[in-house]
């Protein structure tokens, strides 16, 4: 049996799962995502993926056809349907059907679509021994034309600074701001720690607000390890005593160099793989069961 899909309102299988050539997703990148995971059949942070993606249709003037229960319900529904208890999925909002220009107006009625696969995107040793990134000379989006705490279906700004990562033959990218100031990176937000303190990028700083960002901050304090959202530049990530990413599909994942400085002894830091440890627990032990 394959993989079954949601798409507006019915499963549907894979083949079947299409949408118009005319869509305002695709013709202009007119719409809203969310990835989530699952963990021994619960949905991590169900609650706050929705709200964030109810929020960047709040920012897009994008109407989600249905409300945040049933939206959570077809979740559910769509991991039950293909027996998933450990997945990824993509929640996908499009515009809609319009015409070939830009005006949204034209567009009656909003579509979304639900794929819930497995995911695996580093390798597992990657984990253990810990990523060399590399900052990279595209700028992430400034918030005065595209915020970038809008997940929206135009990820260029990301995927020009993936291709610079891929040219460098790195496994992520680290995009600065405007101004010079550390954002994130393509698909993931970033840590340093340095003197026992764990730093995050100010939200000023103009990057996605992460919920997993959010979880290893919850996580941090219960600790007891002081944490602080503030801007800082690339000096503080090449001296810094620790360093690691966070995201839904890469989860908590060590950086041990950045632009061929080692971050420290260029291993993976004691609070990261504390963190890693605590983090797994979380998301087996929390969550919306399906
Ligand atoms: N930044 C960007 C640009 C992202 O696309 C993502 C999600 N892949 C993140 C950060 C991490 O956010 P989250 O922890 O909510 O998945």
Known sequence: ???????????????????SVFDHGLLYGDGIFEGIRAYSGRVFRLKEHIDRLYDSAKVLMLEIPVDKNKMAGDIKATLKANSL???????????????????????????????????????????????????VSTRR??????????????????????????QRGVAEALMLNSQGFVAECTGD??????????????????????ITQE???????????????????????FTADECFLTGTAAEIIPVIALDGRK???????????????DFRKLVKSTGEVI
Do not use: Q, W
């Not at 918030?143 to 970038?148: G, H, K, Q, V």
């Not at 026992?196 to 996605?208: D, E």
């Not at 979880?215 to 990530?237: D, M, P, Q, W």
């Open 189 to 210: 937000n970033i840590f340093i720690i340095k003197n026992g303190v764990l730093i995050t990028p100010h939200s000023s700083a103009g990057a996605l607000l992460g």
């Open 85 to 135: 208890i450990d997945a990824y999925i993509r929640v996908v909002v499009t515009r809609g059907v319009g015409d070939l220009g830009l005006d949204p107006r034209k567009c009656p009625k909003a579509s979304y679509f639900i794929i819930a696969d497995k995911i695996s995107l580093y390798p597992d040793e990657l984990y253990e021994k810990g990523l060399e990134i590399a900052t």
């Open 1 to 19: 049996m394959g993989l079954k899909i949601f798409l507006d309102g019915e499963l549907v299988e894979k083949e079947s799962a299409k949408i």
């Open 263 to 277: 971050i420290a002894s260029g291993k993976p830091g004691k609070i990261t793989t504390g963190l890693i440890d």
């Open 215 to 237: 979880a290893v901050i919850e996580l941090a304090e219960k600790r007891k390890i002081e944490v602080r959202r503030e801007l800082f530049t690339r000096y503080c990530v």
């Open 141 to 166: 989006n400034i918030p005065e034309s595209l915020n970038p705490r809008v997940k929206s279906l135009n990820y260029l700004n990301n995927i020009m600074a993936k291709i610079e990562g891929n």
